[in-house]
């Protein structure tokens, strides 16, 4: 079938491409398709080929292989005789998967071989497919115009168990759960197995909101396919996995991280999406006063230094950094970034994304950074003594360092730090700013209305009824555009405290948060309440959201 130089060729590229000879000569032209040597592949093995397409399996014969596997190794099992059970595979390298069929059925296994594309339809055919869409017809619908892709990364291995189902009806419902999300600009999708129901929420604005149940007998088809889509082993389910789906979705491409927990009815999966069209990195945007900008832009400037971000966990830090790091991102200046994960790509700076399995952790990246030439330094978060001490020394010898740490406010920053031992007067000196910060949901403009919050909540504002009478308060009705919640999008609110001499002074006399703070606001600084109360008063977010975001 080929000459003598086309198979030199192939075993060349084989060498260095790592993929199969057979591969390697369709991409020398000798052969059109892997499919045309099964029949010398099957020789070598010593078996006999089928042809799959003139085959019609019973679903008894069929149901002795797990989807998951049959997917998995590309294996269908076609006959069934008293204790042998004869399996078609279409790659010869899948033959090992014998011992794990021996040991799931109890039964001997005799390999019969069939063209690669035959094995894969034959598996859209009786397991994929197979599945009764009947009871959520109505979740399909508009499912078929969808422009979702998985975009294939090249850094990846090739996802060869993917098989081509887009078609499939199972296929359209994932794909419509995906782009649903990501057109009502949800940040996480989470899908849950309950005792009798599958449930799909999406976090929507900081909330989670359901969106629909689906039926149970769905649960294991949902999951392998979204581990199929991130690359993940659908045979595990006993263990966490975590991995990453790439998605296009018209002109957009989306990142989803994706985890999976066993759970006592199933798995949970849980998607997080980043879509870089949603990243807003014009600081002047992000809900910050006039002074409290003027502060950050100033220390951004400082060419030493550290400026430190806190808040809970899904209160917008990171996308603080990245618009901090986008406008100081200059030609002249290195920037480097240690991430876990790396959320999204900013050109012009070098990301890393840890990994402490390997030991490439903060601490170990940014010792390494500081061998790289850098002018500024991001760290993710301070977890530990040793990155904090290597932040600090960075900072004090010539480089402008930014990261996280996980506090309530910014002055419990300061001694957060001096608990993991970092000396105050070392803190003192090396923290130009901390900003404290959290989200709040925008009232939806559309269906922008006024409200009366009630004595209790007026309380907790701690607005006396004279006050309340110069103030026009809003809320949403609830309407199409924000799918009935009354908000649509998030605002930041701050505490933005500069390390002023004053402040400094406290700092090495080991002054509570609460001492720090009185100083502060006595210097023009806003608190979180304070800030909240602003954004309210303008007619931006609620009372019950100033109360919720804001509890004294």
Request: charged share 25%; proline share 3%.
């Amino acid at each position: 079938m080929v000459t003598q130089d086309q198979l030199q060729n192939a075993l060349k590229g084989q060498l260095e491409n790592g993929r199969s000879l057979g591969e390697n000569l369709v991409s020398v032209g000798a052969i059109a398709s892997v499919d045309d040597i099964v029949w010398q592949l099957a020789a070598q093995i010593n078996t006999q080929v089928v042809n799959l397409s003139e085959m019609e399996l019973p679903s008894a014969i069929v149901s002795l292989i797990p989807e998951e596997m049959a997917i998995k190794y590309g294996v269908i099992p076609v006959q069934k005789e008293e204790r042998i059970i004869h399996v078609v595979i279409g790659d010869p390298k899948n033959i090992f998967v014998v011992d794990a069929i021996k040991f799931l059925t109890g039964c001997n296994v005799r390999v019969w071989m069939a063209p690669e594309s035959q094995v894969k339809k034959a598996i859209e055919k009786y397991y994929i497919t197979s599945i009764s869409t009947t009871g959520f017809d109505g979740i399909l619908q508009d499912v078929e115009d969808s422009n979702l892709e998985i975009v294939q990364d090249t850094t990846e291995d090739d996802a060869s168990t993917d098989y081509n189902l887009m078609e499939a009806p199972l296929i359209r419902l994932v794909n419509k759960v995906l782009n649903d999300a990501v057109k009502v600009r949800a940040s996480d999708i989470h899908i849950e197995t309950y005792e009798k129901s599958v449930r799909v929420r999406y976090r929507m604005d900081g909330t989670l909101i359901e969106q629909t149940t689906l039926p149970y007998k769905l649960k294991g088809a949902i999951v392998s396919r979204l581990k199929i889509m991130a690359n993940l082993d659908i045979a595990e389910r006993r263990l966490p996995q975590d991995g990453r789906i790439k998605l296009s979705l018209g002109m957009k491409k989306i990142d989803l991280r994706v985890s999976v927990l066993p759970t006592i009815w199933g798995e949970k999966v849980v998607m997080r999406i980043l879509d870089q069209s949603n990243l807003n990195l014009d600081m002047s945007k992000m809900g910050f006063s006039e002074k409290s900008l003027q502060d950050f832009k100033e220390s951004l400037n400082s060419p030493f230094g550290m400026i430190l971000v806190t808040g809970p966990t899904g209160s917008g830090k990171s996308t603080t950094l990245y618009s901090a790091l986008s406008s100081i991102n200059t030609p002249d200046t290195n920037i480097m970034t240690a991430e876990d994960p790396v959320e999204y790509n900013l050109e012009g700076i070098n990301q890393v994304a840890v990994n402490g399995d390997i030991g490439l952790t903060f601490a170990a990246a940014l010792k390494s950074f500081l061998r790289q030439d850098p002018d500024i330094i991001m760290v993710g978060e301070i977890r530990d003594l040793e990155t904090a001490q290597i932040a600090t020394k960075a900072a004090l010898t010539g480089h402008l360092v930014l990261s996280t740490l996980h506090t309530n406010d910014a002055p419990s920053t300061i001694t957060r730090m001096a608990d993991m031992g970092i000396e105050p007067f070392l803190i003192a000196t090396s923290v130009r700013l901390v900003i404290a910060q959290r989200l709040v949901r925008r009232i939806c403009k559309e269906c922008k209305t006024e409200d009366h919050p009630s004595v209790e909540e007026l309380r907790l504002l701690e607005i006396t009824d004279q006050e309340a009478k110069g103030i026009t308060f809003y809320k949403g009705a609830g309407c199409t555009v924000c799918a009935g919640t009354g908000f649509k999008g998030r605002i930041a609110i701050h505490q933005v405290l500069p390390i002023t001499d004053a402040i400094r002074k406290l700092i090495v006399d080991r002054a509570t948060p609460d001492e720090i703070e009185k100083v502060s606001i006595a210097e023009g600084v806003m608190n979180l309440r304070m800030n909240a109360l602003e954004k309210l008063k303008a007619g931006i977010t609620t009372a019950q959201e100033v109360i919720k975001s804001t509890k004294i």
